[in-house]
C-alpha cells in the first residue's frame, strides 16, 4: 500500500489520528502517525489483525524524552506487503503510561521493560513489568531521562 493509501485507511480506522508533513518521505517510505495514548491499544490491534493492513512486525519500540513530555515511538512493518509505518504517543512526563501490546507483538515484552526501566512509562496490562537491564536498586531512577543526575559517575544530562 502507498503512503496515501495508507493514510485514508488509518483515518478509517482512527479519525482522530495525525499525520506528520514534511521531511523527505522518499527517504525512509515511512509514515508518521501520531495517536493519543487512549487510542493506541484499540489501533494497534486494528492494525495487527487488518487484513488490508496486516502489521504483524513490530521491530523497533523506543521512548523520547523531550524534557517537557515523553513520545513513545512504535515502528510496524507488514511482512506480507512490505509497508512500514511509525506511531507515536505523547504521554505525560510526570505520569507516563500506555497500554502495553505486549500480547499483541511478542517483541513488545523486553523492549516495552527496558523503556519502563530506563524511562519511568508504566506500561498497563503487562504480563511482567520489572526491570530488564539494571540491577536491583535502580527502580524508578530511569537513567535515560535529562533530568536524571548521577552523583557518583557525575552525570548531568
Not at 15 to 29: I, L, R, S
Not at 61 to 86: A, E, F, Q
Not at 113 to 128: A, I, Q, S, T
Not at 129 to 141: A, F, M, Q, S, V
Request: hydrophobic content about 40%; charged content about 25%.
Amino acid at each position: 500500500m502507498l503512503n496515501e493509501e495508507l493514510k485514508a485507511k488509518i483515518t478509517e480506522l482512527l479519525a482522530a489520528a495525525t499525520f506528520e508533513e514534511g521531511g523527505d518521505p522518499m527517504a525512509t517510505g515511512w509514515l508518521n502517525i501520531n495517536v493519543d495514548a487512549k487510542d493506541w491499544l484499540p489501533l494497534a490491534t486494528q492494525l495487527r489483525n487488518d487484513d488490508t493492513l496486516f502489521f504483524n512486525y513490530l521491530f523497533c519500540l523506543t521512548c523520547i524524552d523531550w524534557k517537557t513530555h515523553l513520545t513513545m515511538v512504535y515502528h510496524l512493518s507488514s511482512t506480507r506487503y512490505r509497508h512500514n509505518i511509525v506511531i507515536k504517543s505523547k504521554l505525560d512526563r510526570n505520569n507516563p503510561v500506555i497500554e502495553t501490546v505486549s500480547h499483541i507483538w511478542r517483541t513488545a515484552d523486553f523492549h516495552e521493560r527496558e523503556v519502563y526501566e530506563m524511562f519511568g512509562v508504566n506500561f498497563l496490562n503487562h504480563p511482567d513489568l520489572r526491570l530488564l537491564i539494571l540491577p536491583d536498586g535502580w527502580e524508578g531512577k530511569n537513567p535515560m531521562r535529562k533530568d536524571f543526575e548521577d552523583p557518583v559517575n557525575m552525570i548531568k544530562l
